[in-house]
């Protein structure tokens, strides 16, 4: 069953609801054959019957059940099919802007755009089977009909712009077509029945010069050919024909606009027309037998016999109507004067009399929980949405709990949420900030999640128990930007530490401020061994492992690469070379000449600051040594804080003897713009450190570390400023700790 609106006559085209074995337009997105819904278990438990969903409308019936159309909770359209057996149905998600109808039994039409050049045929007497997909396109077709779960009635139009009516039928990947014969030769704007053994009524147009005609024509589908052909009204055209055992039927209007139906005895060839009383285009009209069953949603469903002219009233009212299925009935949605509100069937009782029967009850459909959207980014890039990714679901029911896994694939450690209701609709959402809660050893607060692959699993229960639990698993990456002073690939910069026994830690702080402070997240020992280095200086990457590296110059004047591994740890050790024990200050970490690499400055005991380019090379990760200047040696203290002032390249400051902090801006190629100062009273601290962006706002930040605070350091974020270019913040690192560390890093 199908209607279509042709545009051969506008005071028809708004007639739809006179046969509501219809196609419909929607504007949704296209998706897959979605899921089933359950009856409401007390209602279906009180009648016994399938449930009609409550104030949805009669798409189409069939041998074995209905469709019905309704809008979901976010007003999306939606087609369910229910099976008169009860029990669960079948939920098909429309195309944009397409059009269903039912046909054939049980054959559920989607066709995707209103050009009707494709279609897909699901059977619904196996709602799991996979559905037919036809593509009309190719042979310059549009759908008339359906004619079984593989076949349909396409109208093929010709390269001169003449049409003819074809089988067309979907094997496997095969497609083939087979020409209906006996119409006249100019017949276009096909409209077709329903099938009903084995033959199919349409109506076409013929256009000879000057003298428009409508008509008829009964198909034998087997045979491929016309079997009988009627006239329709030359000036109004016709609608929705229809076909039983014993009549055809279709929908016709005088040249006044009174609607009336044109029948033919099949036995007989009669053919008689049968005036609707007061119908418009919100009546329905259906053709069972030898009746025709007719009304509207405010008047009684009448019955009048096509042989006798005698009229009865069915004891309902009906705002939809729906046949002829295979067994000759027809369906309608309405009340009955007895029996309420539901879906009544109208067959043809022994002695011929149409007969109302109620087949469903009208009711709250349940959905069963099914998971029918996913949103959770395959990268998540956390570093542009405030170190937080939102993950959601999209399920078909709101009472269900809904608990979360995210799997770390390279450690196996989890984070585990339970969501007990949706944010809105039936959408549940939880919002990660990438940390693990766990408190192992060394941990103060939660610690960031490190970057790389994870596994968003979901299981959700529904809360009534109807219907089993339903999981979906996704992938999804963390992704930050890279930071130098990450040991552990986590985002959040790692301090290093070397106390008086010579180990060194890593102090893990959190990747964001808490309410303005930089929390100490955990502290994790390196090892023993280190108080043979003079210093240990964080490099960046200049190994090319695109983790962060540590340079240590030995009291023999050999400098060392510790190559990070992106874990917390470091390789092995690998030489630099020797003949580093006449500098004085190292300060690595920054690019400084805007080639991507961190590089090197020096400075040597006459005062001279050396450049040393990085080259990403494990063996030789500098190349050979470029002189910055001289006059150097005022400073106690140099370190490469990377662009903290706006310019192209990595920064430096500068420390003098009188505790007066300098800036000097980098020209991005290894040399500086003269010094700017920066303010005094930073003489109070043992070490400056340039520690990477701590704030997350693009900007690189100082760390300085001194003996007897309170505090043990401070952080001090960078502005862009060059005048005023940090504003300082408490830090709970170190926290009473100001003495204990003789290097940091």
């Not at 003449?162 to 039928?169: I, S, Y």
């Not at 980098?666 to 005094?680: E, Q, S, Y």
């Amino acid at each position: 069953m199908q209607h279509r609106t042709t545009g051969r006559r506008l005071g028809l085209a708004v007639t739809a609801v006179l046969s509501v074995t219809a196609l419909g337009t929607l504007a949704i997105a296209p998706t897959a054959f979605a899921a089933v819904v359950a009856p409401a278990a007390a209602d279906q438990a009180a009648a016994s019957l399938p449930v009609f969903p409550k104030d949805s409308l009669l798409a189409g019936g069939g041998t074995s059940g209905f469709l019905t159309q309704d809008a979901d909770r976010h007003g999306n359209d939606r087609l369910l099919w229910t099976s008169y057996k009860g029990g669960f149905a079948t939920r098909l998600d429309l195309p944009a802007d397409g059009y269903w109808g039912t046909g054939a039994g049980d054959v559920v039409v989607l066709c995707p755009t209103t050009e009707m050049r494709s279609v897909t045929l699901r059977n619904m007497a196996t709602p799991s089977a996979p559905g037919v997909s036809i593509d009309l396109d190719p042979l310059n077709g549009t759908y008339v009909a359906v004619l079984s779960p593989t076949s349909v009635l396409a109208q093929l139009t010709n390269e001169d712009g003449t049409a003819e009516l074809h089988v067309v039928t979907r094997t496997g990947t095969t497609t083939t077509t087979r020409r209906i014969s006996g119409l006249p030769a100019d017949a276009a704007w096909f409209t077709g029945s329903t099938v009903r053994n084995g033959s199919v009524l349409v109506t076409y147009v013929t256009d000879p010069e000057g003298a428009r005609t409508d008509g008829v024509a009964l198909i034998d589908v087997a045979a491929g050919s016309v079997s009988a052909t009627h006239s329709g009204d030359p000036h109004y055209g016709f609608f929705s024909p229809q076909l039983s055992g014993s009549h055809l039927a279709w929908l016709d209007q005088t040249n006044s606009h009174e609607l009336y139906v044109n029948s033919v005895d099949r036995a007989t060839g009669a053919e008689k027309r049968t005036p609707l009383p007061d119908a418009d285009s919100w009546g329905h009209f259906q053709l069972v037998g030898g009746w025709l069953v007719y009304g509207k949603p405010w008047t009684a469903v009448r019955a009048v016999s096509l042989t006798t002219g005698e009229t009865r009233e069915l004891g309902m009212t009906a705002s939809g109507a729906a046949g002829s299925v295979a067994d000759g009935s027809a369906v309608l949605a309405g009340t009955g004067w007895d029996e309420g509100d539901g879906l009544f069937r109208i067959a043809a009782a022994a002695d011929g009399t149409p007969k109302l029967s109620k087949v469903a009850e009208t009711g709250t459909p349940v959905l069963p929980l099914t998971i029918d959207r996913v949103d959770v980014p395959a990268v998540a890039e956390i570093d542009k949405t405030n170190g937080r990714v939102t993950l959601e679901w999209e399920l078909s029911r709101d009472d269900a709990d809904v608990n979360v896994t995210v799997t770390q694939v390279a450690t196996g450690r989890k984070v585990t949420q339970r969501l007990t209701a949706p944010r809105y609709g039936t959408v549940f959402s939880f919002t990660w900030e990438p940390i693990f809660d766990e408190q192992d050893a060394g941990s103060l607060s939660p610690v960031d999640a490190q970057n790389g692959a994870y596994t968003v699993a979901v299981k959700a229960t529904p809360d009534d128990g109807v219907g089993a639990p339903v999981s979906k698993s996704s992938p999804m990456s963390i992704v930050r930007a890279f930071n130098p002073h990450d040991f552990n690939d986590n985002g959040s910069t790692d301090v290093l530490a070397r106390d008086s026994e010579g180990v060194l830690w890593r102090n893990d702080l959190s990747d964001r401020a808490y309410y303005g402070d930089f929390r100490l997240a955990k502290t994790t020992r390196i090892g023993a061994g280190w108080g043979a280095y003079k210093q240990i200086e964080a490099v960046g990457d200049i190994g090319g492992a695109k983790h962060g590296d540590v340079i240590a110059l030995d009291g023999s004047g050999v400098l060392w690469l510790y190559q990070g591994k992106g874990d917390g740890t470091f390789a092995g050790r690998v030489k630099v070379g020797s003949g580093w024990g006449g500098y004085n200050k190292l300060a690595g970490g920054s690019d400084l000449n805007g080639d991507g690499r961190s590089d090197l400055l020096a400075t040597d005991a006459s005062g001279t600051l050396w450049f040393y380019k990085g080259t990403g090379s494990t063996a030789a990760p500098f190349a050979t040594r470029v002189r910055v200047g001289g006059g150097w040696g005022a400073y106690n203290h140099l370190t490469a804080v990377g662009n903290i002032a706006g310019t192209a390249a990595g920064d430096l400051v500068a420390r003098d003897t009188t505790g007066v902090l300098w800036l000097y801006q980098g020209k991005g190629d290894g040399t500086f713009a003269g010094r700017v100062k920066v303010g005094g009273g930073w003489g109070g601290f043992r070490e400056l450190v340039g520690a990477g962006d701590l704030d997350n706002d693009g900007r690189p930040d100082l760390i300085a570390y001194g003996p007897g605070s309170t505090y043990g350091a401070y952080v001090y974020r960078s502005t862009g400023v060059v005048t005023a270019p940090f504003n300082r913040r408490t830090t709970d690192l170190f926290k009473y700790q100001g003495d204990s560390y003789s290097s940091v890093s």
